[in-house]
């Protein structure tokens, strides 16, 4: 109540001004003449009772400001009119301001965007509760110990013998088909175990948790939906819980709805969930020994991670009687538990790291610029400054002004800098090829715009209080000037090597990684991504139930894709190169092969059609290629990779030989040798592949690659490979279209994130250092005009004066280079996790930012010279 | 402007004003005639100060004013004590009484 009158009080005071001055002095009116009636009455004159009664109110004004004083619209006031006084004296320098407004947008810009983006992902605790307990487990058999995905044996094994975990819970990709009810649609999804959600400590807003009895095998099918699902696909229906829903051609029940706004982390497109289902009896020939689940659990509260690992380890060493492990699981290397949060966040922290690195140094040059113009500007009033003090102005009165102006220009700056903080969060956020993690709970919240004002504020204090500082602590114009101009050129000077080096360090940082970059895309992929269209089609739903059904409609898709016109070939894959495609078999040769321990991590499967290597470009070394008469029945054989031919036949020629892939009965002749291509990233080396033909695989693949090879543009295309594939079936949905092309690009994806925001810092960082040497020599070169004037006067040439300007630009630009080369030797180490065939103390990096950073000193250098070159002698000695 | 009259007690202005008001509403100067007469002479207030401390008053919620004809036949503007005015006003006349007792007190046994 009281608080609200005053503000209202208050507004009312500062928006109808006249309004309120008129009835303060109504009212001071009205008291004067009702004392000086009071005064008449005792006995005065009319003159003298109106003097006696004026004197004792006192000066109209002087009470209005004596009643006023009090209220906080004062303080408005008197703010707003140094602020009105800085905008005018900043309109008379224009240059001055729109640089340093620049310089601080480009700052706040940047520092809020990168703030925004490593808030939730590295800094936030995952959206869960208690998140800090919950962790990733895997298998560390993969090749030199990496994680490898666990079996179902191997979870249940873990989750009975530890005592260290409250909850375990695994879970696998799952890409159920949902239709009757408009489109078919192919959603993301999990099959999990059902303690999963419990795991997360999430329970659903809406029906009931998965039960131990539904993750059986045979149990009647149900599904948990995410509230996205429910609103978008069923209109909020309240009724839709213990309803059925068409998955996969089959009615599932839908048992729950998650809460609004729930995030899961694992796989943040999942919209649907369904329970594994698996034999927990774990028979030796099924599923439940397939390294494909992916482990999450929580640890009981007061245990550490530390003590959980040596349970794990412990565990791994002692296999106990009651759970078998076959020898393909027999954990010899071994459990690998990394926090979830670092396991979500592990692939796009290096990148992140970096950028913020990154902005961090702009953000430090464009305070050290803000500093710099502000000493520049406060260098040329030093005359009218000094003549205020030495009238006595205050120092806060000293002050005042130029806080008043520095706090403008980081209003300004930084409102202009979220502006553009939310431009580069959008940008962001949807960056082809950079999955960040958590991008829903990526934006320029309230606590990104709180940091963007504190940084402005800190900003625009620190930049004004400096040159206020020398101002003040001199108190004679004509004493101290000299002094105090050479401590402000020092500084300055400092400023300005500050500057050179921090560009240095961005500029090697944003060559590495363009070097890295260019590497990356002229890494030999093994096929030919030109004029290749690539789409996944999912056979689902009743009318495929059995694998000749299947098989029937990918062979007659392939058909009718054929016949579109402008297409030049096409062909079928299970999976495709840099896709995160990982469908990896163990591989086996008649004559036993010794390969080094850890080694052996297995071959990719392709279960390919004819034309497969002809469409993708893929050349074929040796052989010949799979063609029509390789179908089920006949004699079965396999193409291989370049690598199967050189590591398990090393000693022969490989045509004719047998190969397995898979189980121990799965025996293909080897017919052909194929180039490796790169499967996983441009960067990860390439691994071993076998491609069978789709026909004699031993089941039918659901989810096939149509790859079409056109001899126009592959995305033109698109449409009508779209319409031949759902003429033959229009239940069957198509996702992931991209371009061969496209699928290059973005597996340099991190790289070329981390690249563009580093390109650009370390441009702007360029300009900005430029720009200060400009400032910096100019500003001396005014301040020696008379030295340079008596130089030439006694028969300094032109080229002598301009050789002093830059010999002056040289020194700054080689302490710069040398401060800045020390401080990225050591700062872009870094980048090492991000770099691919470039040392991070690349040479030629090195020196070609060298010879850029001295061009842009002399580009500095340039003007002020010309300007030195051009006194005139005479002019200069005679002006006072 | 007198010497002969007494400032008003420091802090105690803000309780006077509201006691002077809760009576009838007054203007300005009546409030400053009021509290002259009821001291019987004794305090004498600044005009700036009661001016400035009605303006506090009355955004603290307990006054509001209107400009009203004076029987004179002068426009001024009166002052209203409102009900958390009254409030404040008892909590104050509780809380002096409770000190002017300690400090007669401790006078008294001094004496």
């Known amino acids: ?880 | 402007m007198s010497d002969s009259n007494t400032d008003v007690i420091q802090g105690t202005l803000d309780m006077l004003i509201l006691k002077a008001l809760s009576l009838e509403p007054l203007h300005g100067f009546g409030i400053a005639r009021r509290l002259e007469q009821q001291s019987d002479g004794v305090f004498k207030v600044n005009p700036g100060s009661l001016l400035t401390a009605l303006n506090r008053l009355e955004r603290n919620g307990w006054l509001t004013s209107e400009w009203a004809d004076t029987p004179n036949a002068r426009r001024a503007k009166f002052y209203r004590l409102t009900r958390t005015g009254l409030k404040q006003l008892e909590a104050e006349t509780a809380d002096w009484s409770r000190r002017a007792g300690a400090v007669t007190r401790m006078l008294a046994a001094e004496g």
């Open chain 1, 1 to 880: 109540m009281s608080l609200r009158t005053r503000m209202a009080h208050g507004l009312r005071t500062l928006l109808r001004r006249s309004v309120a001055d008129a009835d303060l002095f109504d009212e001071v009116d009205h008291y004067v003449a009702e004392a000086a009636a009071a005064y008449r009455a005792q006995g005065l004159t009319e003159s003298e009772a109106r003097r006696a009664a004026q004197a004792e109110m006192g000066a109209r004004t002087s009470v209005r400001q004596q009643i006023r004083g009090g209220n906080w619209e004062v303080t408005v006031e008197s703010l707003a009119v140094d602020v009105l006084r800085a905008a005018r004296r900043l309109r008379r320098a224009p240059a001055f301001a729109i640089v340093t407004v620049i310089t601080l947008t480009l700052g706040v810009g940047a520092s809020t965007a990168i703030f925004s983006v490593i808030r939730p992902v590295l800094l936030q605790a995952l959206p869960y509760p208690d998140a800090e307990r919950l962790i990733a487990i895997a298998d560390a058999a993969g090749p030199g110990g990496a994680p490898m995905d666990v079996t179902f044996g191997t979870y249940r094994e873990l989750a009975a013998r530890s005592r260290t975990l409250e909850h375990v819970a695994v879970t696998r990709a799952w890409q159920p088909t949902l239709t009757g009810n408009g489109d078919a649609e192919r959603l993301e999804g999990q099959s999990v175990s059902a303690s999963y959600f419990g795991v997360l400590g999430i329970a659903p807003a809406t029906g009931r948790d998965f039960s131990d009895a539904d993750d059986r095998p045979g149990a009647a099918p149900v599904a948990i939906i995410a509230d996205d699902l429910w609103r978008l696909r069923f209109g909020a229906d309240g009724n839709l819980v213990g309803r059925s829903v068409i998955l996969d051609g089959g009615p599932v029940v839908v048992v729950g709805i998650l809460p609004h706004g729930f995030e899961n982390v694992w796989n943040p497109a999942a919209q649907v969930w369904r329970p594994l289902g698996y034999d927990r009896s774990l028979p030796g020939d099924g599923r439940e020994w397939g390294h494909h689940l992916q482990l999450l659990a929580r640890l009981a509260p007061a245990v550490d991670l530390e003590t959980a690992r040596a349970e794990f380890a412990a565990i791994a060493r002692t296999p106990a009687p009651q759970f078998t492990r076959p020898q393909w699981a027999d954990l010899r290397a071994g459990f690998a538990a990394t926090p979830l949060q670092e396991q979500v966040t592990a692939h796009v922290k290096p990148a992140l790291v970096a950028v913020t690195i990154a902005t961090f140094l702009l953000l430090l040059i464009a305070i050290v610029n803000v500093v710099n113009l502000v000493l520049a500007r406060g260098a040329d009033r030093r005359d009218e400054l000094a003549t205020c003090a030495a009238f006595g102005a205050s120092r806060l009165r000293l002050q005042t002004p130029l806080v008043a102006e520095g706090l403008l220009l980081a209003i300004v700056g930084g409102a202009l800098g979220v502006a553009v903080a939310h431009a580069m969060v959008g940008a962001l956020v949807t960056l082809d090829g950079f999955a960040l993690p958590r991008v829903g709970a990526i934006r320029v919240d309230n606590s990104a715009l709180a940091f963007a004002v504190i940084l402005s504020g800190l900003i625009g204090t620190a930049a004004s209080a400096l040159p206020a500082l020398f101002v003040s602590s001199r108190d004679n114009p004509q004493a101290s000037g000299t002094r105090i101009v050479s401590a402000h050129q020092r500084l300055r000077g400092a400023f300005v090597v500050a500057e050179l080096a921090l560009a240095v360090v961005l500029l090697v940082g944003a060559g590495l990684l363009v070097r890295t970059v260019d590497r990356l895309l002229a890494v030999s992929t093994g096929f030919r991504p030109d004029g290749v269209l690539t789409l996944q089609v999912q056979a689902s739903g009743r009318r495929l139930e059995g694998p000749e059904a299947v098989r029937r409609f990918f062979d007659d898709a392939r058909a009718a894709v054929q016949a579109v016109p402008g297409v030049t070939s096409v062909a079928l894959t299970s999976q495709l190169p840099l896709t995160g495609d990982a469908d990896v078999y163990g591989v086996g040769t008649r004559t036993a092969i010794a390969l080094p321990p850890g080694a052996d991590a297995g071959a990719f499967r392709y279960a390919v059609t004819p034309g497969y290597f002809r469409t993708m470009g893929i050349p074929l070394r040796r052989g010949r290629d799979i063609e029509d008469r390789d179908r089920a029945g006949a004699q079965p054989v396999a193409v291989i990779s370049a690598s199967v031919a050189r590591r398990r036949f090393p000693d022969r020629d490989p045509i004719g030989e047998q190969i397995r892939i898979g189980p121990a009965d799965n025996w293909f002749t080897v017919i052909g040798v194929v180039d490796d291509v790169r499967q996983s990233s441009l960067a990860a080396a390439s691994g071993e592949g076998v491609y069978v033909p789709k026909g004699q695989w031993r089941f039918a693949d659901r989810a096939m690659w149509v790859v079409v090879q056109t001899a126009g543009e592959p995305a033109a295309i698109e449409p009508a490979v779209r319409r031949a594939i759902h003429a033959v079936d229009r239940n069957q949905p198509i996702f992931k279209v991209a371009t061969m092309a496209q699928r290059v690009a973005a597996s340099a994806g991190r790289q070329r994130f981390a690249m563009t925001a580093l390109d650009a810092f370390a441009a702007v960082a360029l300009v900005l250092a430029t720009l200060g040497v400009y400032g910096l020599l100019s500003g001396r070169v005014i301040q020696r005009t008379r030295e340079i004037a008596v130089r030439s006067a006694i028969g300094a040439t032109r080229s002598n004066i301009v050789d002093l300007v830059l010999r002056q630009a040289g020194g700054l630009a080689m302490r710069g280079i040398l401060l800045g080369v020390v401080t990225a030797m050591l700062a872009n180490r870094g980048l090492a996790t991000l770099l691919f065939e470039v040392s991070p103390l690349d040479g030629g990096t090195y020196a070609s930012v060298v010879a850029v950073l001295l061009l842009a000193a002399a580009i500095g250098a340039l003007l002020p010279a010309w300007r030195a070159a051009r006194i005139a002698p005479a002019a200069a000695l005679q002006s006072p």
